[in-house]
């Protein structure tokens, strides 16, 4: 346990779409005054950089952020990158956002990007288990001065969401994005999610996940779209391929406990109901920029 580190991965097609998702879903989520409560039950480091030998040695962000920033760049319009849908430009915008003297060499995780778009009364927890991502988290978390709003845990995430349901706002996210790097956090997920389910049924849970030739992946979204039925909850599920690496990462990635990942999806229980216009909107935009091959392609479906 605990080889996986989420620094050989930051930045790759995984991350731009899970992280354009959860940017579309709070910049909903905290138009409106009450206090939102978000939890991100596998929090990582919290800030990576792009420039280290971790990051080149894997090259994952080559082939996700920074192929888009390529991309996009060639299609620049004045001084704003113009990508074609409003959810990626606003996810460019905000990770261009950490790199404020030019480049792109910092990369924001989930609990940057969330505190980033939390208002004064909004409060994140964050849940963070690896000896040295906790101390990299805390020491990351520390030099924004966000005092109370943020709350870091070294604790189990599955396990640990359940103290914090309901919100006492009735207003809350639920960022799950495990490593699958032991077969028994499919099954914990759907557990998970079960469980919070009843003590918070109005709560919106954003569950991330590789799509590989496993079962236990592949059932995944059809446990939980089962799950949002039998609760009567709205879902929303989409993916991204990127196709075939035409260039395998350079060099071995010891740690890396997903080798050659093409594809992941996300699955969202009680989305806004903006979302799915967004990614009908950004998904095209992402096969186009970020596909390998003519392979490459999305799915998007949702339903009440
Ligand atoms: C995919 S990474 C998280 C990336 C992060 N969410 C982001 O988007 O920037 C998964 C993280 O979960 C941590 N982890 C693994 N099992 C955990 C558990 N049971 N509870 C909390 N964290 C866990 C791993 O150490 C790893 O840092």
Not at 252 to 264: E, H, K
Not at 266 to 287: C, D, G, Q, S, W
Request: glycine residues 8%; charged residues 20%.
């Amino acid at each position: 346990m605990f080889s996986y580190r989420h620094a050989f991965h930051a930045g790759n097609h995984a991350d731009v779409l899970k992280h354009l998702v959860l940017v579309a879903i709070l910049r909903h989520l905290t138009q409106k005054p009450t206090a939102l409560q978000v939890i991100d039950t596998h929090a990582g480091a919290g800030l990576y950089r792009l420039d280290t030998a971790q990051a080149h040695t894997s090259a994952e962000a080559d082939d996700g952020i920074l192929r888009l920033v390529n991309a996009t760049n060639r299609a620049k319009a004045g001084n704003s990158i113009h990508s074609g849908s409003a959810a990626l430009q606003d996810y460019l915008d905000l990770v261009k956002g950490f790199n404020p003297s030019g480049g792109w060499t910092v990369y924001p995780g989930s609990p940057f990007l969330i505190q980033h778009l939390l208002g004064d009364r909004d409060r994140l927890k964050v849940f963070e288990l690896h000896p040295t991502d906790i101390k990299l988290l805390t020491g990351n978390i520390d030099q924004l001065k966000a005092g109370r709003q943020v709350a870091i845990l070294r604790e189990d995430g599955f396990e640990g969401l359940k103290k914090f349901l309901p919100p006492p706002s009735r207003r809350g996210l639920i960022f799950c994005d495990p490593s699958y790097e032991l077969k028994t956090d499919y099954t914990r997920v759907v557990k998970m999610t079960t469980d919070a389910l009843q003590r918070f049924a109005t709560g919106t849970y954003v569950i991330w996940y590789p799509n590989i030739a496993r079962l236990n992946a592949q059932e995944l979204p059809r446990k939980l779209w089962n799950l949002s039925l039998r609760c009567k909850r709205p879902w929303l599920h989409c993916s991204l391929d990127v196709g075939h690496s035409s260039s395998p990462s350079a060099g071995p990635v010891t740690d890396d406990a997903r080798p050659g990942l093409s594809a992941s999806g996300l699955f969202v229980i009680n989305p806004p109901y903006t979302l799915h216009a967004a990614l009908k909107e950004t998904l095209p935009a992402l096969v186009r920029l970020l596909g390998r091959d003519s392979s490459a392609r999305f799915s998007l479906d949702a339903g009440e």
